[in-house]
């Protein structure tokens, strides 16, 4: 049965193996939220799903659950009231081994049709999934719809199509032959066979609980491995939904629901560190704090951990045609998700005696005040700018802005609160754009949140040259650039290619540094310490699981 | 230049990629030490190079030699009284860094052309490499020539082909096209950049100098790392070729010699520990005791570390066909360079109620009989047996078999010394052979040599579960089976699949457990504690290396 779903899948899976190699634009999905692509009612049944569940019990059966456990709170201030059955980490990873038993025997054909046919349905409820992430993550609803729902699937399925093309190669029988010159040649039969690594632990973040779980967790599903998916306390919802739906699907295909278990907990608790310290767990994906990661890396020892932590993205401003457009296109990068996204820009890099422009010079004071006002025009419609915004996911990002408001650094842009047009509760801030020296320690940490810093530097070889150590000391998930010098940009590059770090040159459009594709943009580049891995690659799936293989005469 | 050289061998390369997807037979090289092979002078080329080594310093010109280091021994008891360079290890590490700069721009049909040209060189050398490794490890000429020589250089070729498959499938530019519906689609240009983690670190053994460095050395090299080859104190000689001809290549190609440099030192400094800890070392190949393994995984943690480290493997003997040739079989394994290999079978499980022949029961006692007999057989003319058991590389080892004698168990087969016909000087010793009960605890450990326990279980369930839990525990490289019943076989594969170790079942000719053939069978498992990593698969390339994007509007 469960192979049914890889004959059902082969297709898709082809043509993600394809597009990983291209590189090329590619996806399985739609990120329209339209009725064409989703049917006239997937809108309101997806909110009447989501609807169903505030205020009640999330309808997860798993075994072993002793008592329940909630408290997730909107960033718009929609009421929630969900609880989740909470089970033992103990009972967890005893169940994970139980099902692991068979599940393993089941092979690479039947491990990815049930993670693809996971994906499927997914796709299908991602208007459900679009409001579970807005109400947790305080995404606007495009965003949640599009990064919680077809591009999270995108990154599941790129993680499944890497896991596949590297199995795939393992052949199961052989026939080996070695000649011996006039004697009969020696004959062997060779059978290889694909064994999982055990339970893999996947460990959720509260800004994009799925974009950010999917790669790990259909990355070990798909080698074998059962799963315990551990979603951070305040964005529990979506990750549950996932469960849930895995759970359906591998109870069709004969399996045991318990390959894919929920352990939803309280901040208070110790969940996360008895499920990464068990013996049984071989495989940690983990995308959060470095405190934690670091944590993670340093007594998870029995475990492979795939971390991705904090970091400090910069952009270097050199020299540009249009500075509106450039200005444009950085305000939406810094006010997008109030900067709560992993890439969003942190670090503005502006020579102090100016750059140049299609229209002559413009001063360090020009252009860090060209910045602030096109974040003034972005955000001067509350209707308009929330939907770009969202809300503050936590009291530790609003506490954020107040701390960095008193470092006494120049205000170029103050955060200012807006109001919700359809949430009256919501928390919603502009950017805090302030002035730096480029010797100030403060540019060196991330300030996760809506802040933005733009630096005075002595020239774009210092701008260069500091991008450069702070991605090697910080680490960094985007570096941005903006030159219309052509020994400019291949010096970034260059510097950009020793630290590790993707490089986006001359944004001025409708594409933004913080956007990664699937099957085109790796995200992470698993060089610097903002992240020991990349999403996706063959190194990330390849050690997920391993070969045993058994030789007898032929 | 470097170019050139991929163009020379991308027809091999081409072959090998296909070979390890088969996993057939297949070599690019001759194992037969033939002159049709090697030509007709070879052998007296090779004999003349060794002998030129001997009593004088090795022709390496390496940057910053501070003074010169040796003291090898021949196991054969030739007077060796070679001199190497030696050069501080902050001196190595800042000249690989050094030479980084360059090497990292040359890309990968760079990397990959000077990596196959230099195992094409070291197979032209093979009977030097022979007379090299015979002189440092023990290994009798023969497994001197072939695992020394081309069966190292297979194993090379295929990291080289595993790492050429996983860079090729990175595009270097690709066009991106994003549809936007009526609007213009979206166009953006990305170029892939392969960028090497750093400086590489082989630390290389004393028995199988060549062949368990070159996978790591050659997979470090084809992706763009700097080499810093450690030998063991007690076989430089073989690494020291290698390097040297490396630099030859590495020099006609125009690229820095020190891409690869030699770390020759004595046994009693911490050579080894200072380039381990260096942060400029990001990749960490090693084979030896587990303690200095485990030492490197604790410590070193910059660094990825692919360890082989100690296992115990093991023999379950259920029934046979005829038990003659299983006898002849295992006591070649046994005695081939008197157990020093990895693979090498050390507990043999027989139920104390006897096996099943064609020819009827056999009880304990008369199989543990027969396997002393074969050994008596086997080794009964000194000539042709130290052609097969070599010399006891290192007194350690010897002084392990006075260790097992007096554990006071009943000796089946004493370990007997051997005159050696061609040098007077060797240290040549038939197999201890001891019966010890399974609950000993002495057979939970690796004895390194030729130490072999016949263990009496309670039944063939019994042998099967006291070696999958001995592989999990405590590591295996090897686990070999003999069985007529096919429920049985099914029971041992399920066991090893488990526990994560290869099987042989049957081995009964002319193909040893100690053996495994590169491009078909895998080396280690990298799922139970003997080794981290396997010989070679993707897993083991495909995080040598990172990939930085730049991507721009087009």
Same mark, same amino acid.
């Given at each position: 049965?469960?192979?049914?779903?890889?004959?059902?899948?082969?297709?898709?899976?082809?043509?993600?193996? +394809?597009? $990983?190699?291209?590189?090329?634009?590619?996806?399985?999905?739609?990120?329209?939220?339209?009725?064409?692509?989703?049917?006239?009612?997937?809108?309101?049944?997806?909110?009447?799903?989501?609807?169903?569940?505030?205020?009640?019990?999330?309808?997860?059966?798993?075994?072993?659950?002793?008592?329940?456990?909630?408290?997730?709170?909107?960033?718009?201030?929609?009421?929630?009231?969900?609880?989740?059955? *909470?089970?033992?980490?103990?009972?967890?990873?005893?169940?994970?081994?139980?099902?692991?038993?068979?599940?393993?025997?089941?092979?690479?054909?039947?491990?990815?049709?049930?993670?693809?046919?996971?994906?499927?349905?997914?796709?299908?409820?991602?208007?459900?999934?679009?409001?579970?992430?807005?109400?947790?993550?305080?995404?606007?609803?495009?965003?949640?719809?599009?990064?919680?729902?077809?591009?999270?699937?995108?990154?599941?399925?790129?993680?499944?199509?890497?896991?596949?093309?590297?199995?795939?190669?393992?052949?199961?029988?052989?026939?080996?032959?070695?000649?011996?010159?006039?004697?009969?040649?020696?004959?062997?039969?060779? *059978?290889?066979?694909?064994?999982?690594?055990?339970?893999?632990?996947?460990?959720?973040?509260?800004?994009?609980?799925?974009?950010?779980?999917?790669?790990?967790?259909?990355?070990?599903?798909?080698?074998?491995?059962?799963?315990?998916?551990?979603?951070?306390?305040?964005?529990?919802?979506?990750?549950?939904?996932?469960?849930?739906?895995?759970?359906?699907?591998?109870?069709?295909?004969?399996?045991?629901?318990?390959?894919?278990?929920?352990?939803?907990?309280?901040?208070?608790?110790?969940?996360?560190?008895?499920?990464?310290?068990?013996?049984?767990?071989?495989?940690?994906?983990?995308?959060?704090?470095?405190?934690?990661?670091?944590?993670?890396?340093?007594?998870?020892?029995?475990?492979?951990?795939?971390?991705?932590?904090?970091?400090?993205?910069?952009?270097?401003?050199?020299?540009?045609?249009?500075?509106?457009?450039?200005?444009?296109?950085?305000?939406?990068?810094?006010?997008?998700?109030?900067?709560?996204?992993?890439?969003?820009?942190?670090?503005?890099? @502006?020579?102090?005696?100016?750059?140049?422009?299609?229209?002559?010079?413009?001063?360090?004071?020009?252009?860090?005040?060209?910045?602030?006002?096109?974040?003034?025009?972005?955000?001067?419609?509350?209707?308009?700018?929330?939907?770009?915004?969202?809300?503050?996911?936590?009291?530790?990002?609003?506490?954020?802005?107040?701390?960095?408001?008193?470092?006494?650094?120049?205000?170029?842009?103050?955060?200012?609160?807006?109001?919700?047009?359809?949430?009256?509760?919501?928390?919603?801030?502009?950017?805090?754009?302030?002035?730096?020296?480029?010797?100030?320690?403060?540019?060196?940490?991330?300030?996760?949140?809506? @802040?933005?810093?733009?630096?005075?530097?002595?020239?774009?070889?210092?701008?260069?040259?500091?991008?450069?150590?702070?991605?090697?000391?910080?680490?960094?998930?985007?570096?941005?650039?903006?030159?219309?010098?052509?020994?400019?940009?291949?010096?970034?590059?260059?510097?950009?290619?020793?630290?590790?770090?993707?490089?986006?040159?001359?944004?001025?459009?409708?594409?933004?540094?913080? *956007?990664?594709? +699937?099957?085109?943009?790796?995200?992470?580049?698993?060089?610097?310490?903002?992240?020991?891995?990349?999403?996706?690659?063959? $190194?990330?799936?390849?050690?997920?699981?391993?070969?045993?293989?058994?030789?007898?005469?032929?």
């Amino acid at each position: 049965m469960s192979t049914d779903f890889f004959n059902t899948h082969q297709q898709m899976l082809e043509q993600a193996v +394809a597009a $990983a190699s291209a590189r090329g634009y590619w996806s399985p999905f739609s990120e329209s939220p339209s009725p064409r692509a989703y049917g006239e009612t997937a809108n309101d049944d997806g909110r009447a799903a989501f609807e169903a569940y505030r205020g009640g019990d999330f309808p997860l059966r798993q075994d072993g659950a002793a008592g329940s456990v909630g408290g997730e709170v909107s960033p718009f201030g929609l009421e929630l009231n969900i609880r989740y059955p *909470q089970v033992p980490a103990q009972a967890l990873i005893g169940q994970s081994e139980k099902a692991l038993d068979s599940w393993r025997e089941a092979g690479p054909r039947a491990w990815v049709g049930v993670a693809l046919e996971i994906l499927k349905r997914l796709n299908q409820r991602s208007f459900e999934m679009a409001y579970a992430v807005q109400h947790t993550t305080g995404q606007g609803f495009m965003m949640a719809f599009q990064a919680g729902g077809p591009h999270a699937q995108d990154r599941g399925v790129e993680a499944v199509a890497y896991a596949w093309q590297e199995m795939a190669r393992i052949p199961e029988l052989v026939s080996w032959e070695k000649p011996q010159g006039k004697q009969d040649p020696i004959k062997m039969q060779k *059978q290889f066979t694909i064994i999982p690594r055990g339970v893999s632990l996947v460990i959720g973040c509260s800004t994009f609980p799925t974009w950010n779980a999917y790669p790990g967790l259909f990355a070990s599903l798909a080698t074998g491995n059962t799963l315990i998916v551990k979603p951070h306390p305040a964005a529990i919802l979506p990750l549950a939904i996932t469960v849930g739906i895995a759970r359906d699907v591998l109870a069709e295909a004969g399996f045991d629901a318990n390959v894919v278990q929920l352990a939803a907990h309280s901040a208070s608790d110790d969940t996360a560190q008895a499920l990464a310290l068990s013996p049984a767990v071989k495989l940690i994906d983990f995308t959060g704090s470095s405190a934690n990661g670091q944590w993670l890396e340093d007594h998870a020892r029995q475990a492979q951990v795939y971390t991705e932590k904090a970091g400090v993205n910069q952009v270097i401003i050199d020299s540009v045609d249009d500075f509106k457009s450039v200005a444009r296109n950085l305000a939406f990068s810094f006010a997008l998700y109030s900067g709560q996204m992993c890439t969003a820009p942190q670090n503005v890099y @502006i020579p102090r005696d100016g750059i140049r422009t299609a229209e002559g010079r413009l001063g360090f004071d020009e252009v860090a005040a060209g910045l602030a006002l096109a974040i003034e025009k972005l955000t001067a419609d509350p209707a308009k700018a929330v939907e770009v915004t969202g809300a503050i996911q936590n009291a530790a990002t609003l506490r954020r802005i107040e701390e960095a408001r008193a470092l006494g650094l120049p205000v170029l842009s103050d955060s200012r609160s807006l109001a919700h047009p359809q949430f009256e509760g919501a928390t919603v801030r502009t950017p805090l754009m302030l002035k730096a020296d480029a010797d100030n320690p403060a540019i060196l940490r991330e300030w996760f949140g809506p @802040i933005v810093f733009v630096v005075a530097t002595d020239s774009t070889g210092h701008s260069i040259e500091l991008a450069r150590q702070t991605v090697i000391d910080h680490g960094a998930l985007s570096l941005s650039a903006y030159t219309t010098d052509e020994a400019v940009a291949g010096a970034v590059q260059k510097a950009a290619e020793r630290a590790g770090v993707s490089l986006s040159l001359n944004l001025a459009g409708p594409v933004f540094v913080n *956007q990664t594709a +699937a099957f085109s943009d790796f995200h992470g580049t698993g060089a610097n310490p903002a992240a020991n891995a990349s999403l996706s690659d063959s $190194a990330y799936v390849a050690n997920r699981y391993r070969v045993v293989q058994t030789r007898w005469h032929a």
